[in-house]
């Protein structure tokens, strides 16, 4: 339904829905856009997600969405909202049901020049060590103890296994395991869907690409993150906790309708399923989010680590010569715990992060000490065939996000909509005559992400930057691209 309720703005990246629109809202909804991004945004219903969001109990600060907003469950895709650790709530439909979806980026000390004629077997060879689409089972099987390790270990139990290297944990938030998870809390209907498909990329938005280095803006943070020049080639992969992942949302969405009842809870939109924060239901959904990211951080390490051995294949030369070392991994999709100023002092919170990415900024805990001195990389991927992004976080967004900020292009139609104005051929075509190399799982890998189903990625970062709330680094470009 398109937006024509009041919206103020505050100034040329800000606008803000009053607390007054309805009875209900705690608090305001603010939205990062200019006036072109925001008459995109007023066509669909996510500007009356964010303010729903605001009616929730315990909400701290404002309910916010990213530039890259649009419509999703319950919660907009590119909002962000915390809630106090005490008094708030926790809900599935802020955090997404690929809970941990988030990208990886890998240096290289290799340039274009090295490998352009060898883009099409490098990324034949990654499709073939990396399975990909929807549903699609790995080389592994788990068994329910296995499960439970990487549950709890996360990318750590990977490199244990010896899928990586020991420094790629300093590199991911969290160091590739968060705290909390419980896999008692987990379902065996999660346990066997995940059981198959560690290492695997999956289908939708999902994807690992070989860039190139397009252009670089911030030469000091882009050293710092091992960029070092134009041309170098990187790679990026982004994918999340596949079956599993969404078999713990799905199961703990029954759990939160039932909570509404049991708290007397209410919410503007069913799809906001919550429950109290410090209840044994909020703290179970909790313990089980924390595992299905976890496995996560597992999936995109196995992934990483094949994509490793399918360069080492293709060009003769270990991993290490070629110097392909993690920059960083983000998570995109999850709730953290975490402390924060606000206007009533320190306070803990319950932060959930939709389709955004955190953004510290130096020397804040959390940031790997490699990054202390420059501030936390962020990723933001764009779609198929465009640019992606290498940011860097702020102090701004540590004050007014809560350390948070965009996540990507952000979608312009549906990927019903997408399917029927995009002919595959067509698509692949197009990506061709630039140069682009695509290998795909399905049809629909293709059709449903083209380029022209997002918005410009370009305008998204300079509505991040120009807010404050993220620095670009570098802008990299695509030179061949795996989908599921």
């Not at 240096?107 to 077997?121: A, E, S």
């Not at 788990?142 to 590199?171: I, P, T």
């Amino acid at each position: 339904m398109p937006w024509n309720g009041p919206l103020n703005r505050i100034d040329e990246f800000r606008f803000e829905i009053p607390q007054s629109y309805k009875s209900c809202m705690r608090t305001s909804a603010l939205i990062f856009a200019d006036d072109h991004m925001m008459e995109s945004i007023k066509r669909d219903n996510a500007a009356e997600q964010t303010t729903n969001v605001a009616c929730l109990p315990g909400i701290v600060g404002k309910s916010m969405a990213m530039p890259d907003i649009h419509w999703g469950y319950g919660f907009p895709i590119g909002g962000v909202a915390a809630f106090d650790s005490q008094d708030g709530i926790i809900s599935p439909g802020g955090i997404g049901f690929d809970i941990n979806c988030g990208v990886r980026l890998v240096r290289t000390d290799l340039k274009f020049q090295d490998i352009k004629d060898k883009i099409v077997p490098l990324i034949d060879t990654v499709f073939g060590n990396v399975p990909s689409g929807v549903g699609e089972s790995g080389k592994l099987r788990l068994s329910s103890a296995e499960m439970s390790e990487v549950l709890s270990k996360g990318a750590k139990w990977a490199v244990q296994k010896g899928y990586g290297w020991q420094e790629d944990l300093a590199r991911s938030e969290e160091n590739g395991s968060m705290h909390g998870g419980d896999p008692g809390k987990v379902s065996q209907k999660a346990i066997q869907r995940g059981s198959s498909q560690l290492g695997t990329l999956g289908g939708g938005n999902h994807f690992l690409e070989i860039q190139k280095v397009d252009k670089i803006i911030d030469p000091v943070a882009a050293k710092a993150f091992g960029i070092d020049a134009e041309d170098q080639i990187m790679v990026s992969i982004h994918t999340g906790s596949r079956g599993c992942g969404h078999q713990i949302a799905t199961d703990y969405l029954k759990v939160m309708e039932n909570s509404l009842r049991k708290y007397d809870l209410h919410v503007e939109d069913r799809q906001l399923a919550c429950a109290p924060v410090s209840s044994q239901e909020g703290q179970d959904y909790f313990s089980a989010m924390v595992c299905a990211a976890n496995y996560a951080w597992a999936n995109r390490q196995l992934v990483l680590h094949w994509t490793r051995e399918s360069f080492e294949k293709v060009l003769g030369t270990t991993a290490k010569d070629l110097g392909m070392e993690m920059v960083y991994d983000v998570a995109h999709n999850i709730c953290k715990v975490e402390t924060h100023k606000t206007d009533s002092g320190a306070r803990k919170v319950y932060v959930h992060r939709k389709g955004a990415t955190r953004a510290f900024p130096k020397g804040a805990d959390g940031v790997p000490d490699r990054y202390s001195s420059v501030g936390q990389p962020v990723l933001i991927p764009g779609d198929m065939g465009t640019a992606s992004y290498v940011l860097v976080g702020t102090e701004r967004a540590m004050s007014e996000t809560f350390g948070s900020t965009c996540h990507g292009a952000g979608r312009l139609m549906s990927r019903e909509a997408a399917t029927r104005k995009f002919e595959k051929n067509q698509v692949l075509r197009s990506l061709s005559d630039r140069g682009i190399y695509v290998k795909a799982a399905t049809k629909e890998g293709i059709v449903e992400e083209a380029p022209g189903a997002y918005k410009n990625i370009d305008e998204v970062v300079r509505i991040a930057d120009g807010a404050g709330i993220s620095r670009p680094v570098a802008r990299l470009v695509p030179l061949g691209v795996m989908k599921g």
